[in-house]
């Protein structure tokens, strides 16, 4: 989903640069002019946080699969045989393949994990590092974190919930998994809530009229509806997690996870265009209306993440099959030599394990 | 393809069995036989006495150049052609720390997978008898053996509980 989420996002900039065939003026390269980028733009950052993002995810993405591929080539024949062969690079599972890549992968997760922290924090930069009101808070790297995790969850119910039903994988996604995720969902709807809180605060607490009168305008202005749908749907909504009965109910669950897709989209926009549209000349303040350019690419974003997520999961495992089967404890011939008993055990289910039965 | 390897193929379907099988055939002197599994397993690698992957050298060193490289890249670059943009200083730390940081995760990634690539063509894999059950729930033993040996790793590995023994060509 990352991976698709962050090919779905570079576009963004791409399509906005006006000029697409010059996007390589972003890069450092050697050129004839001898001129390289602007390091201190905030613009050159987001460049290397999303190329490095997407390449780090990608490559974790399509390392954590080759096993999991070997395990689709050995069960299909034919042409599909020889497909999975080839993307399986010759996986076989040795001991000394999965030496090194047990490491391997531990290694990777642990690059991956500190650059969702870098990569959200540097797009808050985006806007942080302006002078604009409404933007320029230095609450914005960890308001924009817990946004994206908040966003990420939210969009992972969303998908997950029918997905699980529709490929009957209920056993391997259980209730424990939901409601760890509905907390995670309660924890960072909880960091926005304050988040939007400590906007608010420090707008009247700055003394700056113009950005007062940005968050004014967001609560009680034009684009109010914008302003309301993004505090109730993402500090008040989440705050349903706190009852049990709530994190452990699908319906509610997915009915949520919506909300908050609805709620994080309007953060987006409440922020661009909010700021955008009335800034520190009244005279260029007015409102801004999507056309049907704009419509159609938010469409197209959707059809462009869909397409690629459901050839994803008609290609490969939706589940890591290996790491899976590396929580199962293994069938036993003999149990331990401590008790002197010879009776094969059955391999136990997994909720069994994670109970410690 | 590569040519087959002649030898004994042993299949476990419970990993106290293998790795019984493992510890007889190590104090027997073997050493250059292959185990197959669906997912690593600790009992396995205690077996095995398998030790830390070098791994871990490629992503340390692979770090420390991205984040060298981060260094070098923008204060070079940045001193190539100084331009003075809204009076700030041509080479500073504080929004480098982006590049250094963005390159060091990069390219650590990156040498990451080349190390895992490269220390798996350490061993061959190609031409040793495999069964596709390895990748479902069976571990796979697999002992090159030429002439009498044969036998005796059969009988060792029966003896630990293989579920089946195949010679292979």
Redesign the interface.
Known sequence: MTVFAVMTAGLFPIIHIGRQWFFYWLL?YPNAR????????PLI?DV??IS?YL??ST??LC?GLV?DI??A???MRGWRHKVYSFFSL?W?????????????YL??AA??T??VL?VHS?VSWDFAMSIIPGWHGTIFAPYFVAGAIYSGVGMVLTILIPLRKALKIEHMITDYHFDNLAKLTLLTGSILFYAYAMEYFIAWYSGNPFEQETFWRRAFGPMWWAGWTMIICNAFVSQLFWFRKIRTNLTALFVISIFVNIGMWFERYVIIVSSLSNDYDPYAWGQMTPTWADWGILLGSFGWFSMWFLLFARTFPVVA???L??MIP?????REATDGQTR?RRPGNLRAHRRGL | MAKPVPGVLAIF?????ACDAIKSLRAQGKRNF????????H???EA?G?T??P??LF?LIG?MTGCLAGVG??FW??L??P?L?GG?PIA?IP??V??M???M??I???S??A??VL??L??R??G?A?D??????R?GIFVPAVGGTGSEIERIVRDA?AVEVRNAA
């Open positions: 450092p001898f001129l390289w980028p602007n390091f201190k733009s950052w290397f946080a490095t390449t780090v490559t974790f390392v096993p070997a395990a080539r050995d069960k010759g076989k599972g040795t001991d000394n393949q999965w030496r090194h890549y047990t490491r391997a290694y990777l690059l991956a500190p650059l870098s540097v099959i290996q790491e089967k590396e293994m069938p036993r011939l003999r094969p | 379907e419970h990993i106290d069995a292959t185990v197959y599994s669906a997912a690593p397993n009992e396995l690698e095995l398998v830390n992957s791994v871990r992503t770090g890249m923008t670059m940045s190539d052609w331009l943009v700030k500073t929004p480098y982006v590049f940081f963005e390159l995760v990069l650590g990634a990156l990451t997978v190390g895992l220390l798996s350490t061993k894999t190609t040793l495999y596709p059950s390895f990748s479902d729930d571990i509980g």
